[in-house]
């Protein structure tokens, strides 16, 4: 199976519960130049008011788009913030059929395409700065919320990562990394794809880089924080994430795979937080791939012919009411844990 984690798209899911609904998501491309060695490209969803013409953002032969009213005012007041952060491969449009949900029940959400690790530019140079991922959901936070059109309060603040992505989410919320304990415990579990993705990025190679992956890359204003099946979580070092103040939801993919097991990812994670800030929940039925946007009849064909392998990108896994529900029931979960954790906006 090729380690193309996701693929750009905006899913459409519907779900229940949470803050009373807006009328519409409003849609907005940013573009981020404070540090121009590093600019990221960004995009926001948010609640809006507004009533004008929707339009289908990430739709494509295979993935299904998602209907947004394109630069729409925002709505009045103030709003929570969730940042988000895609898996290796991936780019800032992969969970937005999560995006979607949050905006309608009141929060602003905001991702970025992390530079050498996107679908569009997968350069292991620029990859292996594994470190600036979490920097660049801090610079994020920083523009959001530094925006008074969005009006998203710094106080209330949470963050959501897929895969590697789940790293990020938890590197953000203070989990400190040890590159050797991580590097050793591939030795032993070397079928584990965060291993051949560290191992190809050549991260942690240069003693600078190691120490920079080992420092202290969390944010303060993080208060919640949700891992998607994540990856390259044993090594985390269990006082860290032992010492961690903020809640975080592990959600598996039920008990994953060889690639990606549970038990020794999603499940390493939430055995070693706090009692009482750590909540876990296996999502039965669902694959790794579960949290990409849905996709079209005949997309695992028209995946398979662009390249060979990347056909489990739609597979559904053994959830017999397929990943539109799966989806509703992650969307749910992770809206009443933020909810319960950020607060009322």
Known sequence: MRLLFLLLALALVATGGGAARADGVGFRRLSLTDMPERPLEAAVWYPTPAAGPQTLIGDNAALVGESVIVDAAPAAGRHRLVVLSHGFGGNLGNQAWLAVVLARHGYVVAAVNHPGTTSRNLKPDTGARLWERPRDLSRLIDRITRDPAFGADADKVGVIGHSLGGWTAVALAGGRFDPARFTADCDVHAQLAACEIFGRLEAGSTPEARALLAGDLADQRVGAAVALDLGLARGFTPE??????????????????????????????????????????????????????????????????????????CHNGTAAEGRAALHAQAADAVLHFLDSELGAP
């Open 240 to 313: 860290s994430l032992a010492g961690l103040k903020v809640p975080v939801l592990v959600m598996s993919a039920g008990e994953g795979d060889a690639q990606v097991p549970a038990a020794l990812e999603s499940r390493y994670l939430a055995a070693h937080l706090p009692f009482g800030l750590g909540r876990y929940i296996a999502l039965a039925g669902a694959t790794h791939f579960t949290f990409l946007p849905l996709c079209k009849p005949g997309a695992v064909a028209l995946l398979e012919a662009e390249k060979h392998g990347d056909g489990p990108i």
